[in-house]
């Protein structure tokens, strides 16, 4: 595995761009001079890997996360073999993101396992064993692909990570993975605090990747700015999203301000602008920038920006200010 420099800036490609923009979002964030630029997959939208392959082949340069694959959707044999596909044509290039996929939506599909936790560290075990030519384990509770063995093999073998944020989750990433994707908000107290969970698990000095998510808007206006990520936060006052909230010092009053309100919308239209200043990246290019140099500091190897808005290429041009100092 070969590791990206500690300090990346990129973008993520919403779920519900039009379809025919894909190709020129991702030309476009590498253009502008993004290091990477991760792809989602969501129940309902679009494949992961579909996704991944269309946008490496739009660019030349730019790394590709997969963001990402539940274990409990895929025979991992088979998931080897695509991203082992995808790795040889674009070598250097991938970054594949596993997790356990939302509960709601697995069990809607079918495929939610009665311990996520041990499918999801069998599953990666078996997949990293499967990219590096090796002998998967055998008897597992749900993977057991022992007898499997790919005939191509991708060199660099692409960088694995988990999409979790449970501390019992964080743990074995430290264990089984090369690091972590952490959804938004990421927070750098939450960026600090996850990290910390990864590493009391590892046994190398090798430091964890850590790709982390944020909602974005870019403007000289810091207001509108703010403003504009407002409607993409609605959804941290839910109980899922705890564990990025409870590191802040503002969680308690978070957590009281949510109980006070009927829906989501309601919640982002009431959260206060210095709240929003610490659970998303908007502001001015100068504020923005401090914002994800906080989140490397605490521990962020590449920092996504996901872009709001009806036009999300016009949006990347704005995010994109971040990127060299006015």
Same mark, same amino acid.
């Given at each position: 595995?070969?590791?990206p420099?500690?300090?990346?800036?990129?973008?993520?490609?919403?779920?519900?761009?039009?379809?025919?923009? /894909?190709t020129?979002?991702?030309?476009?964030?590498?253009?502008?001079?993004?290091?990477?630029v991760?792809?989602?997959?969501?129940?309902?939208?679009?494949?992961?890997?579909?996704?991944?392959?269309?946008?490496? +082949?739009a660019?030349?340069?730019?790394?590709?996360?997969?963001g990402i694959?539940?274990?409990?959707?895929?025979?991992?044999?088979?998931?080897?073999?695509?991203v082992?596909?995808?790795?040889?044509?674009f070598?250097?290039r991938?970054?594949?993101?596993?997790?356990?996929?939302m509960?709601?939506?697995?069990?809607? &599909?079918?495929?939610?396992?009665?311990?996520?936790?041990? /499918?999801?560290?069998?599953?990666?075990?078996?997949?990293?064993?499967?990219?590096?030519g090796?002998?998967?384990?055998?008897?597992g509770?749900?993977?057991?692909?022992?007898?499997?063995?790919?005939?191509? /093999?991708?060199?660099?073998?692409?960088?694995?990570?988990?999409?979790?944020?449970?501390?019992?989750?964080?743990? +074995?990433?430290?264990?089984v993975s090369?690091?972590?994707? /952490? &959804?938004?908000?990421?927070?750098?107290?939450?960026v &600090?605090e996850?990290?910390?969970r990864v590493?009391?698990q590892?046994?190398?000095?090798?430091?964890?990747?850590?790709?982390?998510?944020?909602?974005?808007?870019?403007?000289d206006d810091?207001?509108? %700015?703010l403003?504009?990520?407002?409607?993409?936060?609605?959804w941290?006052?839910?109980?899922?999203?705890?564990?990025?909230?409870?590191p802040?010092?503002?969680?308690a009053?978070?957590?009281?301000?949510?109980?006070?309100?009927?829906?989501?919308?309601q919640?982002?239209?009431?959260?206060?602008?210095e709240?929003?200043?610490?659970? %998303?990246?908007?502001?001015?290019?100068?504020?923005?920038?401090a914002?994800?140099?906080?989140?490397?500091?605490?521990?962020a190897?590449?920092?996504?920006?996901?872009?709001v808005?009806e036009?999300?290429?016009?949006a990347?041009?704005?995010?994109?200010?971040?990127l060299?100092?006015?």
């Open positions: 595995m070969t590791s420099s500690p300090r990346r800036v990129g973008v993520l490609l919403p779920r519900d761009l039009p379809l025919h923009q /894909l020129e979002f991702a030309s476009r964030a590498e253009s502008l001079g993004f290091d990477e991760w792809v989602v997959e969501d129940l309902g939208f679009r494949g992961g890997i579909a996704q991944a392959a269309v946008v490496l +082949a660019t030349s340069r730019i790394t590709v996360g997969i694959l539940p274990a409990g959707a895929r025979n991992v044999a088979f998931a080897a073999m695509e082992a596909t995808l790795a040889r044509l070598p250097g991938l970054t594949v993101g596993i997790g356990h996929g509960p709601d939506w697995m069990r809607e &599909a079918g495929a939610w396992p009665t311990s996520p936790l041990t /499918l999801l560290k069998e599953w990666t075990v078996a997949l990293r064993a499967l990219l590096r090796e002998d998967p384990p055998s008897g509770r749900y993977v057991d692909v022992s007898g499997v063995r790919l005939e191509e /093999l991708p060199d660099p073998v692409p960088p694995v990570v988990l999409g979790v944020r449970g501390p019992k989750s964080l743990e +074995a990433a430290g264990v090369d690091g972590v994707v /952490l &959804a938004e908000p990421s927070a750098p107290a939450y &600090a996850s990290l910390e590493a009391s590892r046994t190398s000095g090798e430091r964890p990747l850590a790709i982390t998510y944020d909602v974005a808007a870019v403007s810091p207001s509108a %700015a403003d504009a990520v407002r409607a993409g936060l609605g941290i006052g839910e109980p899922d999203w705890l564990p990025h909230i409870a802040l010092p503002f969680a009053e978070l957590a009281a301000l949510r109980a006070e309100c009927d829906s989501p919308e919640f982002a239209e009431r959260l206060p602008e709240w929003i200043g610490e659970l %998303a990246l908007a502001g001015t290019p100068a504020q923005v920038r914002r994800i140099s906080a989140r490397h500091d605490a521990g190897t590449t920092v996504l920006l996901t872009p808005g036009d999300r290429l016009a990347l041009r704005d995010l994109s200010r971040v060299t100092s006015d």
